[in-house]
Protein backbone atom coordinates (compact mmCIF):
# COMPACT_ATOMS: atom_id res chain seq x y z
CA UNK A 1 0.00 0.00 0.00
CA UNK A 2 1.36 3.54 -0.99
CA UNK A 3 0.94 5.58 2.56
CA UNK A 4 0.97 9.04 0.62
CA UNK A 5 -1.65 8.19 -1.83
CA UNK A 6 -3.85 6.87 1.35
CA UNK A 7 -3.00 10.23 2.81
CA UNK A 8 -4.09 12.38 -0.15
CA UNK A 9 -7.45 10.06 -0.02
CA UNK A 10 -7.86 11.17 3.58
CA UNK A 11 -7.00 14.36 2.64
CA UNK A 12 -10.01 14.24 0.66
CA UNK A 13 -11.85 13.04 2.82
CA UNK A 14 -11.68 15.33 5.15
CA UNK A 15 -12.34 18.31 2.78
CA UNK A 16 -15.32 16.65 1.68
CA UNK A 17 -16.77 16.19 5.21
CA UNK A 18 -15.77 20.11 5.84
CA UNK A 19 -17.55 21.18 2.04
CA UNK A 20 -20.65 18.92 3.32
CA UNK A 21 -21.19 20.85 6.60
CA UNK A 22 -20.32 24.36 4.84
CA UNK A 23 -22.81 23.91 1.93
CA UNK A 24 -26.09 22.52 4.35
CA UNK A 25 -26.67 25.86 5.02
CA UNK A 26 -27.31 26.94 1.69
CA UNK A 27 -29.19 23.52 0.19
CA UNK A 28 -33.07 23.88 0.73
CA UNK A 29 -34.63 21.68 -1.89
CA UNK A 30 -35.75 18.52 0.09
CA UNK A 31 -33.88 16.40 -1.81
CA UNK A 32 -30.84 18.09 -2.07
CA UNK A 33 -31.07 18.39 1.35
CA UNK A 34 -31.05 14.64 2.00
CA UNK A 35 -28.39 14.18 -0.72
CA UNK A 36 -25.93 16.45 1.04
CA UNK A 37 -26.53 14.42 4.50
CA UNK A 38 -26.20 11.15 3.05
CA UNK A 39 -23.10 12.98 1.43
CA UNK A 40 -21.60 13.88 4.31
CA UNK A 41 -22.76 10.28 6.23
CA UNK A 42 -20.56 8.71 3.35
CA UNK A 43 -17.60 10.87 3.39
CA UNK A 44 -17.55 10.59 7.46
CA UNK A 45 -17.40 6.60 7.04
CA UNK A 46 -14.95 6.57 4.46
CA UNK A 47 -12.98 8.80 6.13
CA UNK A 48 -12.95 6.37 9.06
CA UNK A 49 -12.36 3.60 7.03
CA UNK A 50 -9.26 5.45 5.70
CA UNK A 51 -8.05 6.02 8.96
CA UNK A 52 -8.32 2.57 9.95
CA UNK A 53 -6.21 1.59 6.94
CA UNK A 54 -3.55 3.93 7.47
CA UNK A 55 -2.89 3.23 11.25
CA UNK A 56 -3.08 -0.74 10.49
CA UNK A 57 -0.18 -0.11 8.05
CA UNK A 58 1.79 1.39 11.18
CA UNK A 59 1.49 5.16 10.04
CA UNK A 60 -0.05 8.03 11.69
CA UNK A 61 -3.27 9.59 9.57
CA UNK A 62 -3.02 13.35 8.93
CA UNK A 63 -5.63 15.49 11.20
CA UNK A 64 -8.10 17.50 8.88
CA UNK A 65 -7.22 21.54 8.38
CA UNK A 66 -9.11 23.84 10.23
CA UNK A 67 -10.74 25.08 7.16
CA UNK A 68 -10.65 24.63 3.49
CA UNK A 69 -10.93 26.23 0.36
CA UNK A 70 -13.96 26.28 -2.00
CA UNK A 71 -13.04 26.93 -5.69
CA UNK A 72 -15.12 30.04 -5.67
CA UNK A 73 -16.93 31.52 -2.13
CA UNK A 74 -19.97 29.83 -0.95
CA UNK A 75 -22.83 32.38 -0.52
CA UNK A 76 -25.66 30.28 -2.82
CA UNK A 77 -27.31 27.22 -3.84
CA UNK A 78 -25.47 27.64 -6.97
CA UNK A 79 -22.01 28.18 -5.31
CA UNK A 80 -22.75 25.13 -2.52
CA UNK A 81 -23.12 22.91 -5.30
CA UNK A 82 -20.23 23.84 -7.36
CA UNK A 83 -18.31 22.91 -4.03
CA UNK A 84 -19.83 19.40 -3.98
CA UNK A 85 -18.86 18.86 -7.92
CA UNK A 86 -15.31 19.98 -7.21
CA UNK A 87 -14.97 18.21 -3.81
CA UNK A 88 -16.17 15.10 -5.34
CA UNK A 89 -14.05 15.71 -8.49
CA UNK A 90 -11.42 15.61 -6.04
CA UNK A 91 -12.10 12.60 -3.90
CA UNK A 92 -11.99 10.81 -7.42
CA UNK A 93 -8.57 12.17 -8.04
CA UNK A 94 -7.54 10.71 -4.64
CA UNK A 95 -8.99 7.50 -4.52
CA UNK A 96 -7.83 6.89 -8.19
CA UNK A 97 -4.36 7.59 -7.17
CA UNK A 98 -4.64 5.10 -4.26
CA UNK A 99 -5.93 2.47 -7.15
CA UNK A 100 -3.18 3.08 -8.76
CA UNK A 101 -0.69 2.75 -6.55
CA UNK A 102 -1.37 -0.75 -4.22
CA UNK A 103 -1.42 -4.85 -5.67
CA UNK A 104 -3.61 -5.41 -2.43
CA UNK A 105 -7.07 -6.78 -3.79
CA UNK A 106 -9.08 -5.66 -0.17
CA UNK A 107 -7.49 -2.01 -0.45
CA UNK A 108 -8.03 -1.94 -4.77
CA UNK A 109 -11.83 -3.13 -3.80
CA UNK A 110 -12.55 -0.17 -1.99
CA UNK A 111 -10.66 2.44 -3.62
CA UNK A 112 -12.54 1.25 -6.73
CA UNK A 113 -15.63 1.65 -4.84
CA UNK A 114 -14.84 5.07 -3.01
CA UNK A 115 -13.68 6.12 -6.62
CA UNK A 116 -17.23 4.57 -8.07
CA UNK A 117 -19.52 5.99 -5.66
CA UNK A 118 -17.56 10.23 -5.67
CA UNK A 119 -17.93 9.82 -9.33
CA UNK A 120 -21.95 9.13 -8.84
CA UNK A 121 -21.94 12.01 -6.76
CA UNK A 122 -20.41 14.61 -9.12
CA UNK A 123 -22.95 14.00 -12.07
CA UNK A 124 -25.79 13.76 -9.56
CA UNK A 125 -24.08 17.47 -8.66
CA UNK A 126 -23.42 18.02 -11.88
CA UNK A 127 -26.93 17.12 -13.01
CA UNK A 128 -28.65 19.45 -10.34
CA UNK A 129 -26.56 22.55 -11.29
CA UNK A 130 -27.20 22.11 -14.80
CA UNK A 131 -23.68 21.35 -15.93
CA UNK A 132 -23.26 19.30 -19.79
CA UNK A 133 -21.72 16.99 -20.06
CA UNK A 134 -23.00 15.87 -17.08
CA UNK A 135 -20.74 12.50 -16.34
CA UNK A 136 -16.92 12.64 -17.59
CA UNK A 137 -15.17 9.86 -18.83
CA UNK A 138 -12.34 8.36 -16.57
CA UNK A 139 -13.24 9.81 -13.40
CA UNK A 140 -10.16 10.95 -11.31
CA UNK A 141 -8.04 11.33 -14.48
CA UNK A 142 -7.83 14.84 -14.80
CA UNK A 143 -10.39 14.61 -17.99
CA UNK A 144 -13.06 16.83 -18.50
Request: hydrophobic share 50%; aromatic share 6%; net charge neutral.
Amino acid sequence: MSVESMQEALRAEHAAVWTYGLVSAFISVPQQVAAVADGANAHRARRDVTERWLRDAGATPQPPAAAYLAPQPVDSAASAIAALVSVETDACVAWRGVLERTEDGTLRTSALDALTVAAVRATRWRKAAGLTPASIPFPGAGVG
